[in-house]
């Protein structure tokens, strides 16, 4: 369970500022590169031109470009939130 003291604590930094301003300029960045949809990525793999790809099912192809192996997805796993 997540404390109600941190639920507030984030839900008051999510409306301050700081995010706001990390938001906006992370928009300008995905409009700058071209981002269409979520999840955007560029990648940048050794040795070779960067380029973008959109969609969580690209994390293999990603792992074959940057020469990483690629483990799949774990449906065993559970999520603490």
Known sequence: ??????????LNDANGTVVKA???QNTEEAVEV???GSP?????PDGKD???TF??????QIAFVCNKPYYG???QLK???
């Open 55 to 60: 969609g969580s099912d690209r994390f293999e």
């Open 1 to 10: 369970d997540i404390p109600d003291s941190l639920v507030a604590k984030l």
């Open 34 to 36: 071209g981002a269409y």
């Open 22 to 24: 990390q938001l906006k």
């Open 73 to 75: 997805v774990n449906m």
């Open 79 to 81: 999520s603490h939130l």
């Open 50 to 52: 960067s380029f973008l």
């Open 40 to 44: 955007t990525m560029v990648v940048h």
